[in-house]
């Protein structure tokens, strides 16, 4: 696909005109993206009720009305951490990608998990990758590049980020603890089944389905009892081959997908949102 035409996610609507005035290059984007935003888990603020429903922002103009109805002013003017988007790790991809296919870059999510959040646990993350006309440059756009990282967080290394396809691949051939890949080291979302759900939401993500992370279609299951492990292996091996240069992976991965029920979406999510509520099947319909 091509990655610098915005998709129905990250389509900011009617807001399009407020990325005009952005910064041109990577960082400064980055910067007002954190501006804009806020981690639901790691910002420091407890939020609950209409706020914390803030994370089920599905499109990136909704986020922006969001943003627009609470602060009403260009999108670098600085905004008190109360009063930012509440969101996670995929909202700050997401708006960071949109925000460079507004500018004409190619730019895409990347589904998996990262070592830099806790020691000895890999926490499930989004981050983003820009062609910057010779290869596929690797940022994620939640950290300040000015932290205290080991690495370059506008041009990572291989390494701190791990695709879910590598993971699972790893953890098939024994390589790889599935135990320590999840949302949180004390809580039971973790391990294979849940690494292979990821398998799944990356090849949607990569073929313009950036959903939330909570969204739950197809052959995804809470268990990996009766799951078709093949399917998930055939998909990761493709996208890491994709990831190398193998262009007919990735024209394989794309067929797939298109025709494939078990992997396809095709509007009708089962949701399973932090922000709480009964867990239920929901039929998406972008905002007007």
Known sequence: MDYAIQTQFSDPGVHAGLFDALPGDVAGIGEVVRNLLIHYRGGGIEFTGDRLAEIDHR???AMLTTDQKRNGTALAVPREPVDHVVGCC???TLMFVSALRHKGIPARSRIGFAVYFASGFNHDHVVAEYWNGERWVMIDPQLDPAGDHPFNSLDMPPGPFLSAAEVWL???AGDLDADLYGIDPGSPV??????RNYVHL???HLQGD????WDNWGAMSDSLDGAD???TDRIATLMVA???GDDAAGKELAELYRTDPALSFTGRSFVTSPAGGPFAWVDLQKPA
């Open 59 to 61: 499109w990136v103009s």
């Open 90 to 92: 995929r909202d700050y």
């Open 170 to 172: 790893g953890v098939r």
């Open 190 to 195: 973790r391990g294979g089944w849940f690494i």
């Open 202 to 204: 990356q090849l949607a």
């Open 210 to 213: 950036e959903l939330l992370l």
């Open 229 to 231: 492990v093949d399917l």
């Open 242 to 244: 994709s990831d190398n």
